[in-house]
């Protein structure tokens, strides 16, 4: 049974920072790239970050480049997404995706709010 979890979301005042994780199983990790997606509410969901299956190749949305680091251990089936300088319009549920070749995976989700 193919699995996202991811955690590590809550409350963060504005400059704070987050670390996400998302642990994968049921599927082969390693081969996969891995995105990490917002919707905040009332928005289009929008991808934050992606990371290449072998971790050497990562993208940011504009919005985040220069706050957020997205990385992947593959012996441990995980990728992070470092959230620093958090700013109140990153609040948004937060979704893994595992993609190759058309075929997707999706996490429920773990809901980031920046306020004072």
């Known amino acids: 049974q193919v699995q996202l979890v991811e955690s590590g979301g809550g409350l963060v005042q504005p400059g704070g920072s987050l670390r996400l994780s998302c642990a994968a199983s049921g599927f082969t990790f390693g081969i996969y790239a891995m995105n990490w997606y917002r919707q905040a509410p009332g928005k289009e969901r929008e991808l934050v970050a992606r990371i290449t299956s072998a971790g050497g190749s990562t993208n940011y949305a504009d919005s985040v480049k220069g706050r957020f680091t997205i990385s992947r251990d593959n012996a441990k089936d995980t990728v992070y997404l470092q959230m620093n300088r958090l700013k109140p319009e990153d609040t948004a549920v937060y979704h893994c995706?595992?993609?190759?070749?058309?075929?997707?995976?999706w996490g429920k989700g773990t809901l980031v709010t920046v306020s004072s």
């Open positions: 995706n595992a993609e190759r070749w058309g075929m997707e995976y």
